[in-house]
């Protein structure tokens, strides 16, 4: 069984910037995709970021070239860097983890969610 818990989320201005980190715990051997999602409200949830156990990322159209994915593979944590936030950015973002089974599949894991809310 895996946790995963989630910090970094808050208020921040339009123009500025936030570091969202995800730290997985729990019973596994490895952690296979990584990935940041988001949600805002009657929207529906929407990948932000992603990144695999290799290191290849992969961002929303939205995001790219101001969010920054990363992952620490000792320390089982993954983060997203968000600069130049807009409004638009505002949601519950979530953190994934996919976890390799013996059965030969992955089972995912969620975290709770944190609020980013950008103010203009």
């Known amino acids: 069984q895996v946790q995963l818990v989630e910090s970094g989320g808050g208020l921040v201005q339009a123009g500025g910037s936030l570091r969202l980190s995800c730290a997985a715990s729990g019973s596994f051997f490895s952690i296979n995709a990584m990935t940041w999602y988001r949600q805002a409200p009657g929207k529906q949830r929407e990948l932000v970021a992603a990144?695999?156990?290799?290191?290849?990322?992969n961002y929303a159209d939205s995001v790219k070239g101001r969010f920054t994915i990363s992952r620490d593979n000792a320390k089982n944590t993954v983060d997203l860097q968000m600069h130049s936030l807009k409004p638009e950015d505002t949601a519950v973002y979530y953190c994934n983890a996919e976890i390799p089974t013996r059965r030969g599949y992955d089972v995912g894991y969620w975290g709770q969610g944190t609020q980013v809310t950008v103010s203009s």
């Open positions: 990144i695999t156990g290799g290191g290849t990322t």
